[in-house]
């Protein structure tokens, strides 16, 4: 597996939603690419970030999740900020 595919599978894999083949491609490709296994965590701690941000909708925003997500997200949803 590359890189480029693993990222592609990303989505999948964090959800557990990936066939058992592929989730075995992507621990065995993570074994071994360190760069792969840090955009994992970043890519996990982002989702985390992302569900504290939306948790109240009439909370504010805690300042250390960064403004350009808080944006990223409101316009996926159909909200502005």
Known sequence: MTC????DF???YVSGTLAARGHVECERHLAGCPDCSAYLQSYRETIKLGK?????PEAPVPAEIPEELVRAILASRGRDT
């Open 4 to 7: 480029r595919e693993f990222v």
């Open 10 to 12: 990303l989505p999948e």
């Open 52 to 56: 504290a941000a939306l948790a109240d």
